[in-house]
């Protein structure tokens, strides 16, 4: 691992659950299904082959693997991501998404999944 990326990672200021799961995306264009990689309490990142414009304001509706709850969260576009990935024998792989910042959640969501990241979650 680089040192800036060694850097940015322990700069993070909430532990982040890995984990594939749906999201529903409630935008100023409409709503559309999508696929959360992970989540800690202050954002999420959102695979998208089209990534909505940085700064726009969405309302993110999902729940975390192993968990009844489900949380609303608004949030604002902060970041556009594109890697190239692969495994040791795959060819290389593409994946497009958008870092979205949580400004807020429905029903003390921010304090549930806060709870579950930290206490039933083997996070990183």
Same mark, same amino acid.
């Given at each position: 691992?680089?040192?800036?990326?060694?850097?940015?990672?322990?700069?993070?200021?909430?532990?982040?659950?890995?984990?594939?799961?749906?999201?529903?995306?409630?935008?100023?264009?409409?709503?559309?299904?999508?696929?959360?990689?992970?989540?800690?309490?202050?954002?999420?990142?959102?695979?998208?082959?089209?990534?909505?414009?940085?700064?726009?304001?969405?309302?993110?509706? *999902?729940?975390?693997?192993?968990?009844?709850?489900? =949380?609303? /969260?608004? !949030?604002?576009? #902060?970041? %556009?991501?594109? @890697?190239?990935?692969?495994?040791?024998?795959?060819?290389?792989?593409?994946? *497009?998404?958008?870092?979205?910042?949580?400004?807020? =959640?429905? /029903?003390? !969501?921010?304090? #549930?999944? %806060?709870?579950? @990241?930290?206490?039933?979650?083997?996070?990183?």
């Amino acid at each position: 691992m680089s040192a800036s990326l060694r850097e940015t990672l322990e700069k993070r200021q909430d532990l982040r659950l890995d984990a594939v799961f749906s999201v529903l995306l409630e935008t100023p264009f409409g709503e559309f299904l999508a696929v959360a990689r992970n989540v800690s309490s202050g954002g999420i990142f959102i695979e998208t082959r089209d990534p909505l414009p940085l700064r726009t304001q969405v309302r993110v509706r *999902f729940q975390i693997p192993d968990c009844d709850d489900e =949380f609303v /969260a608004a !949030g604002e576009v #902060k970041n %556009h991501y594109f @890697l190239n990935f692969r495994g040791a024998r795959e060819p290389t792989q593409s994946l *497009f998404g958008m870092g979205v910042r949580f400004i807020g =959640f429905e /029903a003390e !969501g921010k304090l #549930k999944l %806060h709870r579950n @990241l930290y206490h039933t979650r083997v996070v990183h």
